[in-house]
């Protein structure tokens, strides 16, 4: 039986007090966490997934994977694309802004497959040097059902979404921020109706990302992204 491939799976650091219904005695502990549909998505395309902790050193970890999945959460802090914040809905993590940063590095060093969903797009597209819109009310959808398909996405003919989603499709929304300045070495390979920036892939590594979260859609099982990540990391291995 050929092994799964092992996919890490970023998360974020909360303290106990933040856990509903957990011991008083423990408000002062950290948890590591990430939502279990991203690992669903994983086992269910072929791979394994392993959550990554945020303490763990990147140099130690990254050469024992076969691929990595940046999840969604807070805002990237602005202060890294040049910005002052001019919102507080998600405040920024520093700590995993850090240490997401750090696993890039390696990662591309690697040549490693890489997965980016909401967040993670965004973490892709500011450590390449590019820039967010900070506030996009109109994205944010976090009055409705997670599994609404509320907008339309078309991909672009010869790329790797283009390939593995078709021409277009209904997808969910819930982040507040977008793409404004493309990084380095990065291409737009997906908008919605009104142009913002839906996907986005790397010229030169297997690296692609997108905004809205198809872990949490009915379609997980089958999505395209998840499919393809198990399929780079199951060739590299």
Known sequence: ??????????????????LVGNLDVLADFSIDLYYADYGRGVLEAGGLPIHVPLDVDPAELVPRLDGLLLTGGADVDPGRYGQKSSTDTFPPEPLRDEHEYALLDV????????????R???????????????????HAGFDKPVTTEWHNV????????GGIYGQERRVNSLHHQTVNRVGDNLRITARSDDGSVEGLEHEGLPVVAVQWHPEMLPTRA????FAWLVAEASARR
């Open 120 to 138: 993670g797009l965004q973490v892709i597209n500011v450590h390449a040097g590019g820039t967010l819109h900070q506030d996009v009310p109109s």
């Open 154 to 161: 078309a991909f672009d003919d010869g790329t790797v979404l």
């Open 1 to 18: 039986m050929t092994p799964r491939p092992l996919i890490g799976i970023t998360g974020r650091r909360k303290n106990g007090d933040q």
């Open 107 to 118: 990662v591309y060093a690697y040549q490693m497959p890489v997965a980016g969903i909401c």
């Open 222 to 225: 089958e999505d395209a992204l």
